[in-house]
């Protein structure tokens, strides 16, 4: 049988996709983005799961879009199946908290592919870039107005202008990663945060990923209010009588993720 495009794993209550295209530093084919968006859906939806973890090799967490199916492609080609329209908007709707694990080349495709996710761990071999301009292309999984947003105008305009790539220290610095580990940590460093988050309250989990999300994409006073009503939703759980209980009596909380 081939290998499959998408290794899917489950690590306890900790769910792992492994990008696997090894010999093209894991192009995203329309059938790799299917693949994951499949998988971040089945796990979304999976009461057992309560974090993703997404990587890929050690050279290449993914070196962009599969330029080889591309380059022949007109317009309306990419027009009429509006191009990874449909998968990124599932990949964006993913309730769940997703950590990309970045070893190697995250570029184009990948470099976006990685910013969806909710955030980065980097290894030190980490290269993170948009170097569609010199494709005579410009980034379309979100990259204008992803990197801008973590990395600031000024080097978001370098790297997509120039194509120059920014190593591990300097995405740390930028705050496009969130931590950067020794190259061979990184896998091992994403599942253990994955599974800290995964043993918390997953509605809670949810709503502090919806409320962080909503300082991108809303004025301030809404974002106060959706937390604050969040805030006040989670007195209705389960797990925030036993999160309290917990610290009260001096012990370890058992969350039912209700
Ligand atoms: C298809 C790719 C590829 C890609 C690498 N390969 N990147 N195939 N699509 N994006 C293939 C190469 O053709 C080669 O195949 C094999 O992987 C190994 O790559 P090399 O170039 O030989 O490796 P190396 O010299 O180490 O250089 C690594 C690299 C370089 C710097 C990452 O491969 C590179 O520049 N890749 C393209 C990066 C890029 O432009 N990405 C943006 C794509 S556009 P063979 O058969 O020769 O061994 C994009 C648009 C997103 O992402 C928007 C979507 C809506």
Known sequence: MSEPLVKVETRGRVGLLTLNRPKVLNALSNEVIDEVANAMKAFDADDNIGAIV??????????????????????????????????????????????????????????????????????????????????????GFGGTQRLPRAVGKAKAMDMILTARMMDAAEAERAGLVSRVVPSDRVLDE??????????????????????????????LNEGLLFERRNFHALFSTHDQKEGMNAFIEKRQPQFKHE
């Open 54 to 139: 997404i990587t890929g090799s050690e050279k290449a967490f993914a070196a962009g879009a599969d330029i080889a199916a591309m380059k022949d492609w007109s317009y309306t080609d990419v027009y009429k199946q509006d191009y990874l329209g449909h998968q990124w908007e599932y990949l964006r709707r993913v309730r769940k908290p997703i950590i990309a694990a970045v070893s190697g080349f995250a570029l184009g495709g990948g470099c976006e592919l990685a910013m969806q996710c909710d955030f980065i761990i980097a290894g030190e071999n980490a290269k993170f870039g948009q170097p569609e301009i010199k494709l005579g292309i410009i980034p």
């Open 190 to 219: 994403a599942l253990e945060a994955a599974t800290v988050i995964a043993a918390m309250s997953l509605p809670s989990v949810m709503m502090a990923k919806e409320a962080i999300n909503r300082a991108y994409e809303a004025p």
